[in-house]
T-cell receptor
Framework: GAVVSQHPSRVICKSGTSVKIECRSL??????MFWYRQFPKQSLMLMAT?????????EQGVEKDKFLINHASLTLSTLTVTSAHPEDSSFYIC???????????FGEGSRLTVL | RKEVEQDPGPFNVPEGATVAFNCTYS??????FFWYRQDCRKEPKLLMS???SGNEDGRFTAQLNRASQYISLLIRDSKLSDSATYLC???????????FGKGTRLHILP
């Protein structure tokens, strides 16, 4: 079964609205979670590293005010795409590391379509 | 040199054949290495971790060569269901970076 749950799996929204995506680790505590974006036929691109109880670390070129990340607990991180535009349409994937096992587990991904 | 490099392929391989691909990494401080498999429009799934001594899981063998800074994945007796994109992932503990290769596309031909 899934050890990282991501929700929603699909979301369609109007341009200008905000969308929140949740990422939960189910069987372990994740002090660090990662958020990625993947455009069609392209590789995963790391957007930000989310650390529990502290501010996220954003990769170069990722707008922190547009992609708000909150990691309030050891099992939940959220990504909010604010004022979404059609160019934000993409596949967003989270991952969480089970520190004890050293392995990285992925959520099922969220496909965002902005009309 | 890119941090993690993979041959994008595609590798078109007949069913039953053996196929191998490599992934090179630039940071000698890298500590953990993984192979993930990603099917079209799905999230990546862990295929196997790569240990220093090399490891095998059924038809899959992963190896690490620290001196030359690459990891490899060997698939024996390939099956149609092996068709996917294979991503190598390198983790550097010091700055907690997880770097993905762009993936190698594999097509197993009937």
């Amino acid at each position: 079964g899934a050890v990282v749950s991501q929700h929603p799996s699909r979301v369609i929204c109007k341009s200008g609205t905000s969308v929140k995506i949740e990422c939960r680790s189910l069987d372990f505590q994740a002090t660090t979670m990662f958020w990625y974006r993947q455009f069609p036929k392209q590789s995963l691109m790391l957007m930000a590293t989310s650390n529990e109880g502290s501010k996220a670390t954003y990769e170069q070129g990722v707008e922190k005010d547009k992609f708000l990340i909150n990691h309030a607990s050891l099992t939940l991180s959220t990504l909010t795409v604010t004022s979404a535009h059609p160019e934000d349409s993409s596949f967003y994937i989270c991952s969480a590391r089970d520190f004890s096992a050293g392995e990285l587990f992925f959520g099922e991904g969220s496909r965002l379509t902005v009309l | 040199r890119k941090e993690v490099e993979q041959d994008p392929g595609p590798f078109n391989v007949p069913e039953g054949a053996t196929v191998a691909f490599n992934c090179t990494y630039s940071n000698s401080a890298s500590q953990s290495f993984f192979w993930y498999r990603q099917d079209c429009r799905k999230e990546p799934k862990l295929l196997m971790s790569v240990y220093s001594s090399g490891n095998e899981d059924g038809r899959f063998t992963a190896q690490l060569n620290r001196a030359s800074q690459y990891i490899s994945l060997l698939i024996r007796d390939s099956k149609l269901s092996d068709s996917a994109t294979y991503l190598c992932v390198v983790n550097t503990w010091g700055d907690d970076k997880i770097i993905f290769g762009k993936g190698t596309r594999l097509h197993i031909l009937p």
